[in-house]
């Protein structure tokens, strides 16, 4: 059987990852490349840290969980997990002598 | 040696030390880098993670987490998360890390700025697994 004819879109953005991918590879095989690149990165990121900021204060004049307190959340659960297992342990230790 | 073994992990980070290049590598970077393989349906159901600190160009203390979420309680200041296939090509140089990060094939988190930066030091990690014999769970014969 044939494979399903591609949609404009589609075929677009594989040309689009192709032409990105080529392009990055480039870049990177410049070290100036790779510095305008890293600064870039950093921008971008920058900008993603800010809007999860002004998120986060959004959702807490809301009354509402940030993403920041699930994490705190996620933080705690790891480490109550993490001492559970440690105690699980010396247990085993404590029967076996 | 099976990847993401202790055993492994030892013998890749030994490689890693020995090599010149490696404090101008690590210089300015943060202090500790966790790398996860996520869960899967194959051999790591549970996932799997490795957790490395440096200090004074070399790194001084790593170990194979017992459990991937021991890495919400270390807090590293970078995380690197990919599935097994994904990590195999980046193993075996079939993908280049930096367009892997930018394409999302690879999770980063932490300063990605800072590794793009040192995407030309790539050779000390290359020249290490190139060395140690590694084998992958899903590939052992049986």
């Keep these: ?97 | 040696m099976l990847f993401a073994s202790s055993e492994w992990l030892d013998a890749v980070v030994r490689q890693v030390n020995a090599h010149a290049d490696l404090p101008r590598a690590l210089a300015g970077l943060g202090a500790d880098l966790a790398a996860v393989v996520e869960r899967d349906a194959g051999p790591f159901p549970r996932g799997a993670a490795a957790w490395g600190r440096h200090e004074g160009g070399r790194i001084v203390a790593w170990r194979v987490l017992e459990d991937e979420d021991d890495v919400l309680e270390l807090e590293p200041a970078y995380v690197v998360r990919a599935p097994l296939p994904v990590w195999k090509d980046l193993l075996r140089g079939q993908a280049d890390p930096v367009q892997a990060a930018l394409s999302g094939r690879v999770k980063v988190k932490g300063d990605l700025d800072g590794l793009v930066r040192r995407a030309g030091y790539r050779y000390i990690v290359d020249e290490a697994l190139r060395r140690v014999e590694t084998v992958f769970p899903d590939e052992v014969g049986g």
């Excluded at chain 1, 677009?12 to 095989?29: C, F, N, P, S």
């Excluded at chain 1, 840290?49 to 705690?76: I, N």
């Design chain 1, 1 to 97: 059987m044939s494979e399903r004819r591609k949609g404009i879109p589609e075929a677009l953005m594989e040309q689009g990852v192709r032409v990105a991918t080529r392009a990055a590879k480039v870049v990177l095989d410049d070290p100036r490349g790779q510095e305008v690149l890293a600064a870039a990165v950093g921008v971008a990121q920058k900008g993603k840290r800010q809007l999860e900021e002004v998120q986060g204060r959004v959702l807490r004049a809301a009354g509402l969980p940030t993403k920041g307190d699930y994490e705190d959340v996620a933080k705690s659960m790891a480490r109550l997990k993490r001492k559970l297992r440690d105690l699980a342990k010396k247990v085993d230790e404590d029967r076996k002598r």
